[in-house]
């Protein structure tokens, strides 16, 4: 058995800068053509010019690894309480960056200068409305009194919901929804918002993370939920609804520090995202949907044509290795393990 499909992107990606950013380009430029590159550097991605800066240091990584690749890196401005509105509207007008990404302060990695109140960015968000700039949210809320497992349900709650009623024109992404509560929500709205899966979060649940031992590489934020909402998850990006889409949330980290006594969050999963998507997929009964989730339905959000190169993945009698881990120096960033066989393989 063999599917082809358009080319895909993937609309959330971490990719880092330096030595990490040049070791791990090459496992998403492989596969994809283009990416929403997340801006959560030290120091964040805030202006224009910083934007075009990093976009520069991703292309010469991607000339520098793969020579004849065709990826191209999309580029977002990390929101501040001291976000400029001006700087905003001109990075999207003269074709800097497509979205804004808001991160709650304290949300995830490198999310220290996030925004600490939504009345700050108020003048920025209203902006952005105006000129139909793009606002991708990390959903949940940071509050020390709030269980790290509801925080998604809390943020539509108590941030986006009387985000979307006072700016009902800005365009909103839901990031890497997790729960039941976040894919209902999309549904519910049929104007103005999408979301983003995640490979991971389709394919494990917090049992994973915590049976039988920690298991770091397991550990993400938004951190992975019930098997009931891993099921909500599936059946969104499996309906062909084209407010779902891919956003890997890869997100590199050394191994060492992932297997510390303080681990960073995050997955790295660009290397076998497709292959999981199409084992996903099939076991639900909806190769014929993949193209959409993968594919099309992100252009479409954003307004782009599908890419004109394809991809062709084909089902084998035995079960595919993990990709290798990804050396960076003296360190690696292991991949991401399924938990499963997979048993599909990019030709």
């Known amino acids: 058995m063999q599917i082809t499909l358009r080319q895909p992107d993937d609309w959330h ?8 950013l040049e070791a791990v380009v090459a496992s998403s430029a492989r596969h994809f053509g283009r990416a929403l590159v997340m801006p959560n550097l030290v120091p964040p991605v ?41 700087d905003v509207v001109q990075a999207a007008a003269d074709g800097t960056i497509l979205a804004v990404k808001l991160y709650p302060a304290g949300a995830t990695t490198n999310s220290a200068s996030g925004v600490t109140d939504l009345s700050r960015v108020m003048p920025v968000l209203e902006a952005m409305a105006q000129h139909g700039i793009v606002l991708c949210v990390h959903g949940e809320v940071t509050h020390a009194e709030v269980d790290i497992f509801d925080r998604e349900a809390r943020f539509i709650e108590t941030v986006l919901e009387p985000l979307r009623q006072e700016l009902p024109e800005l365009r909103v992404v839901m990031e890497h929804v997790t729960t039941r509560d976040g894919v209902e929500y999309v549904a519910a709205n049929d104007r103005n918002l999408a979301a983003t899966l995640t490979t991971h979060h389709l394919m494990i649940n917090r049992n994973h993370l915590l049976v039988g031992g920690i298991k770091p590489h397991y550990y993400c934020l938004p951190i992975a939920k019930r098997e009931e909402h891993r099921l909500a998850l599936v059946k969104a990006a499996t309906s062909g609804d084209e407010r779902y889409f891919l956003g890997t949330d890869s997100a590199p980290h050394t191994r060492s520090s992932k297997e510390s006594d303080c681990g960073c969050a995050g997955v790295f999963n660009a290397a076998n995202t497709m292959v999981c998507l199409a084992a996903v997929f099939e076991e639900a009964g909806a190769l014929d949907q993949l193209e959409a989730f993968a594919s099309l339905n992100g252009p479409r959000w954003y307004g782009l044509a599908p890419n004109d190169a394809s991809m062709t993945l084909r089902k084998s009698g035995n079960a595919s290795p993990l990709p290798p881990p990804v050396q960076v120096g003296d360190e690696c960033v292991m991949p991401f393990d399924p938990a499963r066989p997979i048993y599909w393989e990019v030709i």
């Open 13 to 20: 990606l971490h990719l880092r800068d330096d030595a990490m």
């Open 46 to 86: 805030t202006t224009g010019e910083a934007a075009r800066e990093y976009r520069n240091r991703i292309e010469q990584a991607v000339q520098s690894a793969l020579p004849d690749s065709g990826f191209k890196p999309l580029m977002t401005l990390y929101l501040t309480d001291t976000t400029e509105a001006a």
